[in-house]
Structure formats: structure tokens, C-alpha cells
């Protein structure tokens, strides 16, 4: 059940932000969980519902229509490895026992029926593991998909995809896709082959974490040879699956804390230049700051509420959010860059330079970062004019 709570529809709040994300230059928008949950959103107790602190079915279909005006497409968060601890069925399950109906639909040690052992994610007894190995389970995740995605979403964010057998999206996403072809899934996949778990489960774009720490890290302790190393083994990633490429997500310090915000602008000198499908974590653009800790509410410091409308904003993120719109356009007029590869042509410690060139075809961007006195970034077409310049 919920606890208390104002019954603002925060979907109203969001749709507010709208023409901003346009305006910004995004063509997509990644939503956190939406569905009824115990408390985080990751703890759903049901998926058919949107949770009330957000709306109600009405709120969430004006936002829908509202996305598609600007064109915008709209990707929804799945947490299908696991629900919360106080989800109906698995009341039922405990209460009927290893012969019930939901006794198969949740990951359960039956050896002693009277104390049963609930699987869970990660050592979180709030998140009650699903037994991905039984039909019944498969069959909800597809019905969840596809009930939303004729609502009129576009996609699917897959929550802990590493955490769940590959067998099971290789089973789950064709059946989707027969009913909605066009639908795009994004795997949370935080450390392993890539290429490999992409091919084994038919994700589409896989979240690029190594990517992710050798931008800002790099920046951090002052070695570019980290990020070239990571940028070649980011090409082999590219040519077989397209890697979903950030600086930032809600589990993750902020990359104006980690790097320094002259140093989250070279970070996105990167991200916007090199393949994959980027994306702007909520803020980053306005270069807001926040620690992650490992600790009971450790990611609040990077899950700001934003504030009511962008008039609201403080106008010392003003250069950050022009310095996004200059570079998020720069990779709109050059759509190659989604499938490029790089091409060392300087390494130091404190200086790189590189070249992306598309798969096929003319086109070139020629990158120069410099940490050695300041931050300082370049970027070049093929005829040598200056397309993007910063001195930080």
C-alpha cells in the first residue's frame, strides 16, 4: 500500500518541461518507473497502474499526445526482474503456498514450506525476485510491453537486463515485436560483452559503462589513455549493436562533481562525437552537481525534483545548457556519427585528438581536447573550419 502523499499529477509537472527537451535538441524522452509502487518506483506493486503520485491513466495519456506533438518519443522504465516485497501475488503465493497459483511466478526455496526463501535483487529483500524460468512470467512481461506500447509508447528501458537470463529476452522481445515492430529496447547492462549479451538477447542498444568511466575519469586523474583505450574496444561494441552512451543516469555522481563542470563539457565533447545513441541525464545540462553514496538514501543527491517550469531555473546553468544546444546540434547535422568510428591522431596524458569518420561514405569531425593548463576542446569538420570551440 502507499504511504500518504499529495496526489499532485507530477505527469502535469513534466509536461511543462516539454517544449524545453525540444528546445534543448533531445528527440526522446527515458522515463523512471511510472507504475504503482511501494516507495522508488522499483518496487512495483502493479504494472497495469500508473502510480498516483504521478497521475492516473487520463494524466498519462495527455502526456503521451503531448510528447507526440513536439515529436518527441516517449521510452518507459521495465523492472521486470523483480517487484516489491509487498506486490498482491506475492502475497498470494506465500499464502497459498508451493501448490498456489503464483507459487512458480516468483523465485522461491520451497524446501520448508513453512519458512520459505524469497530470491531477491542484489541482497534488497524490498525486491522479490521473478522466476524467469517459468511461461507464466514470460507471458506478463509481454502483455506489460505491449499493453503500454499501445498506449502509444515507443520503447523500453530493460531495468537489471544483466540480471536476467538471456534465454528469457530472446523469448520475450520477438513476441513483442510482432505486435509493435518499431519498439526500441535499451538493456541496463553494467559490466560484461556486450557485443556478445546483445546478440544473445535481441536488446537493441546496450548502456555503455565503460564509456561512462573513462570520460570522466580520465578527466579525473589526468589520463587520456584510458579513454583511448576504451574508445577502441567502444568501435568493436558499435559495429555489431549500438551502444547506449551517456555522462550521466540516476545512479551515477554527476559529471560537473566527478569531472568539474569545465570538465563535463569536454566529457560531452566526446559523448557527442563518437557512436551510439546518446543521451542527456535531467540537469547535466544545466550542470547540476551531486555525490552517489552507498547508503539508504544514497541517490537522492542525483534525483533532484526539478522545479516547476524552466522559468524557474537558476541563470548560472544558462552556458551549460547553450554549450549542450551547440553540441547536441553539432551531432544532429551529422546523423553519421551514430555509426562512426575514431581514429587516434594525438595521446598524451593530457592531450588527445582524434577523428570520427562515418561506416560509409565522405564526412569527417576531427576532435582536440586539452586538460594541460585549463580545458580546452576543438572540433573540426573536414574542411578544416572550427564547428565547436571551448576554453574552460
Excluded at 516485497?85 to 506465500?94: E, T, V
Excluded at 568501435?235 to 549500438?242: C, V
Amino acid at each position: 500500500m502507499h504511504t500518504a502523499h499529495d496526489a499532485r499529477p507530477r505527469l502535469g509537472h513534466l509536461e511543462a518541461w516539454l517544449d524545453y527537451a525540444v528546445e534543448l535538441g533531445v528527440s526522446g524522452l527515458v522515463l523512471g518507473p511510472v507504475f504503482a509502487s511501494e516507495t522508488h518506483g522499483y518496487d512495483s506493486i502493479d504494472q497495469y497502474r500508473i502510480d498516483p503520485r504521478l497521475g492516473d491513466d487520463a494524466n498519462f495519456d495527455t502526456f503521451v499526445s503531448a510528447c507526440k506533438e513536439r515529436g518527441l518519443r516517449l521510452v518507459l522504465d521495465g523492472v521486470f526482474n523483480h517487484v516489491g516485497a509487498g506486490h498482491p501475488w506475492l502475497g498470494r503465493a506465500l499464502s497459498e503456498g508451493p501448490a498456489g497459483e503464483y507459487a512458480d511466478f516468483f523465485r522461491i526455496d520451497w524446501s520448508d514450506p513453512s519458512k520459505p526463501l524469497l530470491g531477491d535483487f542484489e541482497g534488497h529483500a524490498s525486491l522479490v525476485a521473478l522466476n524467469h524460468d517459468s511461461p507464466a512470467v514470460a507471458e506478463y512481461v509481454i502483455d506489460v510491453m505491449t499493453r503500454w506500447l499501445a498506449r502509444g509508447v515507443d520503447g523500453w528501458r530493460l531495468d537489471a537486463a544483466y540480471a536476467v537470463p538471456s534465454r528469457f529476452w530472446a523469448e520475450v522481445l520477438p513476441a513483442v515485436r510482432a505486435v509493435h515492430p518499431e519498439a526500441w529496447f535499451l538493456g541496463e547492462v553494467i559490466h560484461g560483452d556486450y557485443a556478445t549479451i546483445a546478440a544473445d538477447t535481441g536488446i537493441d542498444s546496450i548502456t555503455q559503462y565503460e564509456l561512462w568511466k573513462a570520460l570522466w575519469s580520465s578527466l579525473a586523474d589526468r589520463n587520456y589513455f584510458e579513454l583511448d583505450w576504451t574508445l577502441a574496444r567502444h568501435s568493436e561494441f558499435a559495429s555489431t549493436q549500438l551502444p547506449a552512451t551517456f555522462v550521466g543516469n540516476h545512479d551515477v555522481t554527476r559529471i560537473a562533481t566527478s569531472a568539474g563542470p569545465h570538465g563535463g563539457v569536454l566529457a560531452l565533447v566526446v559523448l557527442m562525437t563518437v557512436a551510439g545513441i546518446p543521451s542527456i541525464y535531467y540537469g547535466d545540462e544545466q550542470a547540476f552537481t551531486g555525490t552517489k553514496e552507498d547508503r539508504a538514501g544514497g541517490d537522492d543527491a542525483v534525483r533532484p525534483a526539478m522545479p516547476q517550469s524552466p522559468a524557474d531555473l537558476a541563470p548560472w546553468g544558462a552556458e551549460m545548457l547553450r554549450t549542450h544546444q551547440q553540441l547536441i546540434g553539432l551531432r544532429r547535422r551529422n546523423p553519421w556519427l551514430v555509426r562512426s568510428t575514431t581514429t587516434t591522431t594525438h595521446l598524451s596524458n593530457t592531450r588527445y585528438a582524434y577523428t570520427a569518420r562515418p561506416a560509409t561514405g565522405p564526412g569527417a569531425l576531427h576532435v582536440e581536447l586539452d586538460i594541460t593548463d585549463g580545458h580546452h576542446a576543438l572540433v573540426r569538420d573536414d574542411a578544416g573550419t572550427v564547428v565547436f570551440s571551448y576554453d574552460g
